[in-house]
């Protein structure tokens, strides 16, 4: 399907850290770093409102953001380097770090400038409107010994109507806490003018500790594993975006429906209950609702998610360390549990009582994470989320003022679901869903339903 947004490249810039300010480097893979290999990259993509012409962009603008880059990359370094796969067993994959590596940023220009505020909203959008928004990635030579960049850039002008900022990722490189953190710097430096940032980072891969000789576990898994690492997405399947929002109140009333009926099902037992379940039960109920099923009642459907280990392991990790250090959480309940009157409760029950584990042992079954996201991929009975309502996203301030809107562009290809805070409801879940659109239309039922089932059903 061809985009509606029509886009021109009309600068191309490669930017490194300063001269000299960092030696070449290779970093290891560690064992929490390892898993992300199975994955196609993140593409957050950020809207500002900020009339300008790309005239004025490029003449006054992107020399700044071109310097405040350069410098921000000096502590940030791997981003402008590569993921090295070497053929399989002869050599671990890495990240390098040479002299010559280089960011590339795109700065392009939108045809019209009125799609900006069809694109900057929460209502239905075509999804392949935004795929030329955030810039590919190359992949190297996709085969044995392959040099892969870990980090694009691009930056659209819609003349006199706003500007996005897109990135395409590999998380093999880091998690979203420290890719927050680049963010920040970069933007931080941008908006002051400043000359170094305040956001240092360490790269030091032995801090996190592998007593279990999980790395060589995953790494075996790895090479075995014949799966495409590519986005996919099916150009004949018309994808539908939304954004959804539940705010506190709304997490109140279905918090305080659980409650009324937990007892019965579970006695005394203490559900944990957080904003972060309430909303990713709700969400994983209208999605099961919405993908329509064969499947017996018996059918295990898995929720997957990301769990932060800065909290979590047994040791301290310094807060700067540049590189992942997240587990992971798949729960699991029958089809027949998360369809019925009670199914949010046996999904809050079933996500909550997976975080009380990690949050007792984040390593627990870790041997079987590689495995795990393997089976979520591939079939829709299984629904993964990415992000975190606890990222700031909505505070990068370039100089442009606070993004008006946030997609993860990659839930596309991937079936994901992204959360992220609500930029205009304290305390509240903006939930990003793609879905072909007659399924986009069940769940946009299912969703609107519920708020109203569970509002006045206490």
Excluded at 254 to 274: H, M, P
Aim: some cysteine; glycine content about 8%; aromatic content about 12%.
């Amino acid at each position: 399907m061809v985009s509606s947004v029509k886009v021109t490249v009309v600068e191309t810039c490669t930017v490194a850290p300063p001269p000299q300010s960092v030696p070449p480097t290779s970093l290891p893979l560690t064992f929490l770093d390892i898993p992300w290999l199975l994955f196609s990259p993140t593409q957050p993509l950020f809207f500002y409102d900020f009339p300008t012409t790309t005239a004025h962009f490029k003449q006054n603008i992107l020399p700044n953001l071109n310097k405040t880059l350069s410098l921000t990359l000096q502590h940030f370094f791997p981003f402008a380097g590569n993921l090295v796969t070497p053929p399989p067993h002869s050599a671990a994959p890495h990240l390098e770090y040479t002299e010559d590596d280089s960011i590339l940023l795109t700065v392009a220009e939108s045809a019209s400038a009125a799609h900006f505020k069809n694109l900057a909203a929460n209502h239905q959008k075509t999804a392949r409107d935004f795929r030329d928004l955030v810039p590919a990635l190359l992949s190297g030579s996709g085969g044995e010994g392959s040099r892969q960049p870990l980090l694009a850039i691009q930056i659209t002008v819609f003349p006199q109507a706003g500007i996005s900022t897109g990135f395409t990722l590999r998380h093999v490189a880091a998690d979203w806490r420290t890719f927050n953190n680049f963010l920040k710097g970069w933007s931080s430096l941008c908006k002051s003018g400043g000359e170094s940032s305040e956001y240092t980072s360490l790269h030091d891969r032995s801090v996190i500790r592998d007593p279990f000789g999980l790395g060589s576990t995953f790494l075996n898994e790895w090479w075995a594993m014949k799966i495409d690492r590519s986005i996919s997405t099916c150009e004949k399947t018309i994808i539908i975006r939304s954004t959804f929002v539940l705010g506190p109140i709304e997490m109140e009333s279905i918090k305080k429906w659980i409650l009324t009926r937990s007892e019965i099902l579970f006695g005394a037992t203490q559900l944990l209950l957080s904003p972060y379940v309430l909303a990713c039960a709700f969400l994983w109920v209208c999605w099961v609702k919405a993908h329509w099923s064969t499947s017996e009642d018996n059918c295990v459907h898995y929720f997957g998610f990301i769990a932060g280990g800065m909290t979590r392991l047994s040791y301290t990790v310094p807060n700067n360390y540049a590189g992942n250090c997240v587990g992971f959480g798949r729960s699991s309940a029958t089809r027949y549990e998360l369809l019925g009157e009670n199914g949010i409760l046996f999904a809050a029950k079933a996500i909550g009582d997976t975080i009380k584990k990690l949050n007792v042992d984040m390593l627990g079954g870790a041997e079987n994470w590689m495995s795990d996201w393997k089976v979520l991929r591939e079939s829709e009975l299984h629904i993964m989320v990415t992000g975190s309502p606890k990222v700031d996203l909505y505070g990068l301030d370039f100089g442009w003022g606070r993004p008006v809107k946030m997609e993860d562009v990659s839930i596309d290809g991937t079936g994901a679901i992204s959360l992220c805070e609500c930029r205009e409801v304290v305390g509240g879940v903006e939930i990003g869903v793609a879905l072909p659109k007659f399924k986009m239309h069940d769940f946009t039922i299912f969703f609107n339903k519920g708020l109203n089932h569970y509002s006045i059903g206490y």
